[in-house]
């Protein structure tokens, strides 16, 4: 069974060499870390969405820079999926303060870049982020 495409976005937020990283809580990657992000609602635009779930996952208020790309996710674990996800450019308004885990979020930290390689990332992340600049070659 395939499961029809849903809208979702992710929010890549970088401050002083370190990616905004969740765990996801449950559902696809559950376990696994992530950008903060998720489906976008009924009647929200693709970067109120992406404001939205930064606050509802790291409780951080945001500024949308631009976009950054697109991801498709398509899979059965733990049902039916297909995502695809528009990542946007994201300034954390005040980074300093530490990100506080909530809604889908198991987790929510600073990552250092030089460190993300030791985290289990969903799939395609690292490439997403090394393709578009995010990370370097």
Same mark, same amino acid.
């Given at each position: 069974?395939?499961?029809?495409?849903?809208?979702?976005?992710?929010?890549?937020?970088?401050?002083?060499?370190?990616?905004?990283?969740?765990?996801?809580?449950?559902?696809?990657?559950?376990?696994?870390?992530?950008?903060?992000?998720?489906?976008?609602?009924?009647?929200?635009?693709?970067?109120?969405?992406?404001?939205?779930?930064?606050?509802?996952?790291?409780?951080?208020?945001?500024?949308?820079?631009?976009?950054?790309?697109?991801?498709?996710? +398509?899979?059965?674990?733990?049902?039916?999926?297909?995502?695809? +996800?528009?990542?946007?450019?994201?300034?954390?308004?005040?980074?300093?303060?530490?990100?506080?885990?909530?809604?889908?979020?198991?987790?929510?930290?600073?990552?250092?870049?030089?460190?993300?390689?030791?985290?289990?990332?969903?799939?395609?992340?690292?490439?997403?982020?090394?393709?578009?600049?995010?990370?370097?070659?």
């Amino acid at each position: 069974m395939s499961a029809r495409p849903e809208v979702a976005v992710g929010a890549v937020a970088v401050h002083a060499e370190r990616l905004l990283c969740i765990r996801r809580g449950h559902g696809p990657g559950a376990g696994r870390w992530s950008v903060p992000g998720g489906r976008v609602e009924p009647g929200e635009t693709l970067r109120e969405a992406v404001v939205r779930e930064l606050a509802e996952e790291t409780g951080y208020e945001g500024v949308v820079d631009g976009f950054l790309g697109h991801v498709e996710r +398509i899979g059965d674990d733990p049902a039916p999926y297909h995502f695809v +996800i528009m990542d946007f450019a994201v300034t954390v308004l005040d980074p300093e303060r530490m990100p506080r885990a909530g809604d889908d979020a198991a987790e929510a930290a600073w990552v250092p870049f030089a460190d993300l390689g030791d985290l289990p990332l969903v799939a395609g992340l690292h490439d997403f982020l090394t393709d578009h600049g995010v990370l370097a070659h």
